[in-house]
């Protein structure tokens, strides 16, 4: 199973950004998606689950009511809409992937992908 993470970029404080991640291998209908983030010096820290259906999600108390996961099983893609973005948000982004039981601890998930650079300039 390969993950391959995109969409980080610069961004200016206030500004938006859409991460994409896509799923190769495996059955991505049934996994759940995270997205975690780890900012230097930093311990990786959760952001966000899906379900494999999509039908719940949940979200870190700091990006609650300004990030959106969400997926589409056909493309094998799940989503980060990332809005009212903070220098704080500043991060490298990864998406990672395990069966069934979603969760925000990072060691409980079995596939990860390499990480997208995001900048908050402010």
């Known amino acids: 199973v390969q993950l391959q993470a995109c969409g980080g970029g610069l961004v200016q404080a206030g500004g938006s950004l859409r991460l994409s991640c896509v799923v190769s291998?495996?059955?991505?209908?049934?996994?759940?998606m995270g997205w975690f983030r780890q900012a230097p010096g930093k311990e990786r820290e959760f952001v966000a689950y899906i379900t494999w259906g999509g039908s719940t999600t949940y979200y870190a108390d700091s990006v609650k009511g300004r990030f959106t996961i969400s997926r589409d099983n056909d493309k094998s893609t799940v989503y980060l809409q990332m809005n009212s973005l903070k220098p704080e948000d500043a991060a490298v982004y990864h998406c990672?992937?395990?069966?069934?039981?979603?969760?925000?601890?990072?060691?409980?998930?079995?596939?990860w992908g390499q990480g997208t650079l995001v900048t908050v300039s402010s």
């Open positions: 990672a992937a395990r069966a069934v039981v979603p969760t925000t601890r990072s060691w409980e998930y079995v596939y």
């Open positions: 291998g495996g059955t991505f209908s049934t996994y759940v």
